[in-house]
């Protein structure tokens, strides 16, 4: 079946850590109609129980998928991708695009052959995250630590609020600490929010570990999966939230250097 040119592609995070697939989505797809969703009501995920996050998610993606008939959505979300993937492809007929942790290409990087893996307390204990451990990671030492402190400072850096980076060390430790973090080389960036920290994740685990994360390969995967339609942009990009509009436009300037320019509420 033929997509209508200004149907939009739909991407979803809790809150602002998508925009990091989204910025490498527009490198490639840079007419592609957006809205970008973000559950701020339900912010953060990670700290929240698998139950409550399937039934967000699905619930809301339901209800976006029926108002703007998006050509493909993107769960923009570690978290989120991790626990609900598998069961909102069941239900929406939208093709759906997951975000899920960077391990297979860290396997591919680790020279000393431990790879850290930061993601929200969540993410880490996802059997998504065993699946793809034993499928990609064999032969290899994963070290896994739960940063869900992480997410609230990227949300109030995009804010451009001061943040503080105790947090940051704190997760660094949380890898290096364990035993063999010593001969850790190559990190996973495991939820989206994650790349908007890189500089204080850099100052943090200095400059001999590589940053591993799933944005550009995700950006390649929605563009491969649109290539040949036809694009057409009826009216600005805009950006939606579950929360209260208020707070919302506290990301304004943030959106906007995504070319998110209008924001509303869901
Ligand atoms: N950005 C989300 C992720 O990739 C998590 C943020 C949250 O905890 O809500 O995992």
Redesign the pocket.
Known sequence: MDVPPSSPILLF???V?GLTVLAEMRKLLPDAPVIYAADMAG????TKSEAEVAARVAGLLGRMAERWHPRLICIA???ASTIALGMVREVLETPIVG?VPAIKPAAELTRTGTIGLL??DS?VRQRYVDDLEREFAQGKKLLRYGA?GL?ALGEAKLRGEEICVDEVTKAASGLVLQPGGESLDTVVLA???FPLLEPELREAFGDDVTFVHGAQGIGRRIAHLVAGQEFERTMPDFAVTTGPLDDFERLADAFADHGLTGLAHL
């Open positions: 995070d809790s809150g850590g912010l953060p995920y990670g979300c570690n978290t975000t993601g929200t993410t869900s997410v939820c989206t929010h």
